[in-house]
């Protein structure tokens, strides 16, 4: 490999883990931004100008707290779990291709970490790795509610994967390829979107996607009325830190997913004609990478609209209950996925057609209509007039 | 629960229609301590001992607000007026020493009431600030007694008129 591709690699991949670790730390602040909208308030507005350095001071306050490891606690596997759910957390972002592009002289490197043809697999790899860094680190703090949390926690991830995979494979089916990017190429032109062709893929993947997250309405591991605080009960100062961060960088990278799978990635409409304009005007080298630019910037504007979008169905939704979230999981989520992936390889077998499972989206709509309408009134309540 | 309901999605995007709403809504918050709201005519905030209209303090040390308050935060000192003070104090007994106790104080207005100089006031105005150390707590005359460049009136109209007070955002101390 020339050294000037490696150097750009590496600056690509440099800018990548920065950005990741960047947007989590600011989405820490557009959280408590969001939910005092979302509640009628203003939010932090004190460090900085409107709050804009609170995590920087919320990182401070967390760095000078006592760190705190419980006398009967498993020393080193108390530290490796925060560890781990960082680690995890951080190298899902890797595979995500971010844009299409930079040419440099005679080199053409594309803006992604590492263009494996197995994206998705590892992606899947890396998140089921996470349930390690929670276990570990609920099993290692010794301590009754830190496990119970981290049980709840890792059967909650583990059920959830089996229904986030399915709805995946879909999409595998249509694109023939495991390659994120061959995902991303796939859906050129707006109606291409897997959003279109999988409907319903697309809101199973969402659902699961929350519940990896550990977000509200399955924020279940987290609980202070029946674990206390969860699988980090135990846990102080940065160790903690890095739990909370790693959830945050897990939104981000997950929205990244749901934008590169469903939502055309870095493509956005007329992509192809603004790209050739830029080409013609600019020249092949500066006009394609300003191109590539724009296509990052809606990459990014997706990505963000889906990290506003788990805030606002945190600060909306009331949590499950577990029986209720292991029935949503195992009954519902997992049966669905698999007509959804039955239906798509019969469209797929019956003349190419990818819009099959509209079908379901529609019978759905169809009962619960019908349903609607044979259903007893409920009389409306009258309220005595005082 | 119907089918339509168990399926969530339709309530789900409710929800959302109604949290997004609130998103842009006009916020009620107001920025303590650089805005204050107006807290009415009667409110009582800081204790202040009055002059009369020729700046003679009103305060004959009788003791009847100590007796009244239930908290038990006022303690005075009386002493009689001697000759060329008549200047100073209106009735021929004054309070040498009189002190409240801010943190004892339940701001209750009773001494304001058991008064019968309409020597004590608390004003509507100003707020009693925020002490860190102990004896910042004790509040003799130097810090009570009505100033003659700052005279308190109850019916400030322009009190009235403005929503948010610009005596109350003054810093006082």
Not at chain 1, 129 to 144: D, E, P, Q, T
Not at chain 1, 226 to 246: D, I, N, Q, R, W
Not at chain 1, 351 to 377: E, G, H, Q, S
Not at chain 2, 124 to 150: C, N
Request: hydrophobic share 45%; charged share 15%; aromatic share 12%.
């Amino acid at each position: 490999m020339e050294l000037t591709v490696l150097v750009i690699k590496s600056l690509v991949i440099l800018a990548v883990f920065g950005i990741t670790l960047l947007i989590a730390t600011y989405s820490t602040y557009a959280e408590r931004k969001v939910a005092a909208f979302l509640q009628d308030r203003i939010g932090p507005n004190r460090a900085g100008p409107f709050g804009l350095l609170q995590p920087i001071a919320d990182a401070g306050k967390m760095f000078f707290k006592e760190d705190f490891i419980p006398a009967q606690a498993n020393k080193w596997l108390f530290i490796l779990g925060p560890c781990l759910a960082m680690l995890t957390a951080l190298m899902s972002s890797a595979v995500i291709p971010f844009g299409d592009s930079i040419r440099y002289g005679s080199f053409e490197v594309p803006v992604q970490g590492i263009d494996v043809n197995v994206g998705v697999l590892y992606v899947f790899g890396v998140v089921s790795l996470g349930v390690y860094g929670v276990m570990i680190g609920g099993w290692a703090s010794n301590n009754k509610f830190s496990l119970l949390g981290a049980i709840r926690a890792a059967s909650q991830n583990i059920s959830y994967e089996v229904a986030l995979g399915l709805s995946i494979i879909a999409i595998l089916m249509m694109t023939g390829s495991l390659s994120l990017r061959h995902i991303v190429n796939e859906q050129n032109g707006f109606f291409q979107w897997n959003v279109f062709t999988q409907p319903l893929g697309f809101v199973i993947f969402l659902t699961c996607a929350f519940a990896e997250c550990n977000r509200t309405p399955f924020d279940l591991p987290e609980c202070e009325t029946e674990l206390v605080g969860g699988y980090h009960t135990e846990y102080s100062s940065m160790k903690l830190g890095f739990y909370l961060f790693a959830e945050y960088i897990n939104m981000f990278t997950s929205s990244a997913i749901i934008s590169t799978l469903y939502f055309g990635g870095f493509q956005y409409p007329f992509m192809h004609q603004v790209h050739d304009a830029l080409v013609d005007s600019l020249g092949s080298t500066v006009g394609h990478n300003i191109a590539t630019g724009i296509g990052t910037a809606v990459l990014f504007g997706k990505i963000f609209f889906f990290i506003f979008f788990f805030m606002w169905v945190r600060w909306t939704i009331p949590r499950f209950r577990f029986d209720q979230l292991m029935n949503l999981g195992w009954k519902t989520l997992i049966p669905l996925s698999i007509l959804n992936v039955v239906l798509t390889g019969a469209g797929l077998l019956f003349d190419k057609f990818k819009y099959a499972t509209w079908l379901i989206v529609i019978v759905m709509i169809i009962m619960a209509a019908t349903n609607a309408i044979k259903a007893p009134r409920r009389k409306p309540v009258t309220v005595p007039q005082l | 629960m119907t089918l339509a309901e168990r399926m969530y999605l339709p309530a789900i995007l409710g929800g959302l229609g109604i949290t997004i709403r609130h998103f842009f809504m006009k916020k009620p918050t107001i920025q303590y301590p650089e805005v204050k709201r107006y807290l009415g005519p009667i409110f009582r905030g800081h204790h202040v001992l009055k002059r009369d209209e020729q700046g003679r303090e009103r305060c004959t040390a009788c003791g009847l607000c100590a007796v009244a308050c239930p908290a038990e935060a006022i303690s005075m000192v009386a002493a009689e007026r001697k000759k060329g003070e008549e200047a100073l104090y209106r009735e021929e007994k004054y309070a040498a020493v009189y002190e409240i106790n801010m943190l004892r104080c339940i701001f209750c207005g009773l001494c304001e009431e058991a008064c019968p100089k309409q020597a004590v006031y608390l004003r509507h105005d100003r707020m009693v600030p925020v002490f860190t150390e102990r004896d910042q707590v004790i509040y003799g005359k130097d810090r009570l007694v009505e100033k003659l460049d700052d005279r308190y009136i109850r019916n400030n109209p322009d009190a009235q008129a403005t929503p948010t007070e610009p005596t109350l955002s003054r810093s006082v101390g």
